[in-house]
T-cell receptor, first 114, second 109 residues
């Protein structure tokens, strides 16, 4: 068991709505990364948070935003949902340390936008 | 062209066979990850490599930095090894992981 949990497991929204996905990091981890995985594709990096600050971002528009809290749990917020936002959203936590940054993935949240 | 390419895309094997999955990348990296994803989405990190070779049970991962190539080997494959295997690289100077599209492995009894 990785210790990384995500909620909810599944979610259905309609176009234009807003959604918040949650991730609880493995104990002691200070870094969380979020990924979007469309059906049949590899995950795409959305952004990473390290000690509550955004620390790298992929090619996603500003309507994708995030937060990391002092207890290192994290949220991914998506505004103005579009049909193409339908995907599996994965978070992964890690402990940033020289030479060791193995990421531990959560089970994912499957978002369907109708 | 994707920065990370995996081959084959799909692989079917008989139980007991030796499996090799390949990953080539075109960017400078600080590390390469092999991941396993089961139906339903859960991803497990198998290896993180920056050089050489690592072994865990029946799994072996190798990387050749000069050739920008890595392989994942599974010895004595078993139906429970059936999953999607994903190669991901951490680009040098970046926190970003870039993923291949995955190799779907099916091991038949």
């Amino acid at each position: 068991e990785t210790g990384v949990t995500q909620s909810p497991t599944h979610l259905i929204k309609t176009r234009g709505q807003q959604v918040t996905l949650r991730c609880s990091s493995q104990s002691g981890h200070n870094t969380v990364s979020w990924y979007q995985q469309a059906l049949g594709q590899g995950p795409q990096f959305i952004f990473q948070y390290y000690r509550e600050e955004e620390n790298g971002r992929g090619n996603f528009p500003p309507r994708f935003s995030g937060l990391q809290f002092p207890n290192y749990s994290s949220e991914l917020n998506v505004n103005a949902l579009e049909l193409d936002d339908s995907a599996l959203y994965l978070c992964a936590s890690s402990l940033r340390r020289t030479g060791e940054d193995t990421q531990y993935f959560g089970p994912g949240t499957r978002l369907t936008v109708l | 062209k994707n920065e990370v390419e995996q081959s084959p895309q799909n692989l079917t094997a008989q139980e007991g066979e030796f499996i090799t999955i390949n990953c080539s990348y075109s960017v400078g990296i600080s590390a390469l990850h092999w991941l396993q994803q089961h139906p339903g989405g859960g991803i497990v990190s198998l290896f993180m490599l920056s050089s050489g070779k690592k072994k865990h049970g029946r799994l072996i991962a190798t990387i050749n930095i000069q050739e920008k190539h890595s392989s994942l080997h599974i010895t004595a494959s078993h139906p429970r090894d059936s999953a999607v295997y994903i190669c991901a690289v951490k680009k040098g100077g970046s926190e970003k992981l870039v993923f291949g599209k995955g190799t779907k492995l099916t091991v038949n009894p």
